[in-house]
């Protein structure tokens, strides 16, 4: 789970402000590592610049950088190691070609072993890599065939044989001297929207991850970028778009709860909606199966950040079926503001570590008062104990939990780095929801079950919860070759 981000302008302006702030407004996509490339048509140059840490830290200092068109890049490691080395974008200096994704590729084995017959080799350990010299190596093997084709069609006829034989997830950007591309997987698992601004006669189009990035760079959305689709924008600003593989619509359900920030829009509707759903459907469950607990609830707390909407809606809800019951909504859990994310920490000991500096409790606001905590979700548990223990500490009589996605009892291959189900609370101790309870050290645990998520905060609307169901609909190896002939 990543951030992308690909500008480029029709005036021949530079495009690496926009750059940076729209990777600004992905920060929470990927706090790791950060990266981008600009072409300089001028100079007839590529511009790759890669570094660990914050985009804003990393991009500061590339502010005089020239080019109209570019990709960056904000990481979450999913694949491979850590270090500046595997941040992305990646550059092809053969194709001419520079590629950033956003998601998983599972058969990335497959694609080294077919290059090792080659006698070629990955530099890196990230799987933008193996995604980039798949779509390099058919785009020459097409412009072998006809030199004389245009760019764009060459390219086209390479992302569609990638759709084919590349299996995960993947929404990408990719630039050329030429202009910029975009495509997606084609089951559209990870989100892409793209934007234009015009501003004194100019133009300017983003393709990213999420509407944020767009809205508060001054861009108009476009338009969500269909599942299996590719475009191409060239410097003359010409729009060329085709669909290729559409297969049907698996768009990550979790995206909703809590990667994307909760101002952007995904599937047709503002986050913050989903979560408000989310948290509504969460009191009602409590209604309908614990009622005598919810009469106890005194405070709902919310987990700082994502899941405040879902808290709030959670609270007042319960207000208003409680017939004059006192029950307060407060926050007396902080999160230290420039603190990451810690589940995307890349290591356990890092992720407790983070916990446990991260995280303040106001013991005044609970104590001797019975706690319901809401949060978005409970994946291995690291947030969930931390913060339970800082509660009970604190001076809480009794703390109940709260979850807005159902229990993860699988691992998931497309976005999300969770390899192991050793690591997962809910696979540890195989789906039992007192056991899980009792190692939270809870009172009461709830969550939300698949069905209501589908039905109440989906609407019925198409998307993977592959990870709370088990059912994976991933592959691991494409079934035939995946490099064009030698």
Known sequence: MCGIVGVISDSGEPVVRDLANGSHFLQHRGPAYAGLLVFDPVRRRVRLEKGEGLADDIFKPLADVVGDVGIAHTRYRTHGSGGIRNAQPFFDPFSGIGLAHNGHI????????????????????????????????????????DPAAPEHEVMFRAIEQVQER??????????????????????????MVLGIRRRDGRQRLMVTSETLALEQNGYTVEEEVERGRALFIDRDFRRMERTLIQREAHPCAFELIYFADVE??????????????????????LLETAPEMVREIELVVPIPHSPIPAAEAFAQKLEKEL?????????????????????????QEERDEAAM?????????????????VDDSIVRGTNASRIVRAIRQAGA????????????????FQGINTPTQEELIGARFNGDLDEVRRELGLDGLHYLSVETFRELVLKGSPACMACATGQRQVKFEYSGAVLPPA
């Not at 006192?326 to 290591?347: C, D, N």
């Not at 500096?357 to 905590?373: I, N, Q, Y």
């Not at 009589?397 to 998931?412: E, H, N, Q, T």
Request: aromatic share 12%; net charge neutral; hydrophobic share 40%.
């Open 397 to 412: 009589r009794k703390v109940y939990f709260g979850a807005l996605w159902p229990m993860v009892i699988d691992s998931c």
């Open 166 to 191: 590349v299996t995960g997830a993947y929404s990408a950007v990719a630039a050329t001297r030429s202009g910029l591309y975009a495509f997606r997987d084609p089951t559209g698992f990870r989100p």
């Open 264 to 285: 952007s829009r995904m599937m047709g509707e503002k986050i913050r909606t989903y979560r408000w759903r989310a948290g509504r459907a969460l009191a009602l469950h």
């Open 323 to 347: 017939d004059g019951g006192l029950l307060q909504y407060a926050t007396p859990v902080s999160k230290y503001r420039y603190g990451g994310r810690i589940f995307m920490e890349e290591t």
């Open 106 to 145: 599972t058969n990335v084995p497959q694609i080294e072993r077919e290059l090792e017959e080659r006698g070629m080799a990955l530099a890196a350990e990230c799987d933008a890599e193996p995604l980039l010299k798949v779509l390099a190596l058919w785009f020459e093997h097409y412009r072998d065939e």
């Open 357 to 373: 500096l991260d995280f303040r409790v106001d013991g005044l606001a609970v104590e001797g008062k019975t706690v319901f905590l």
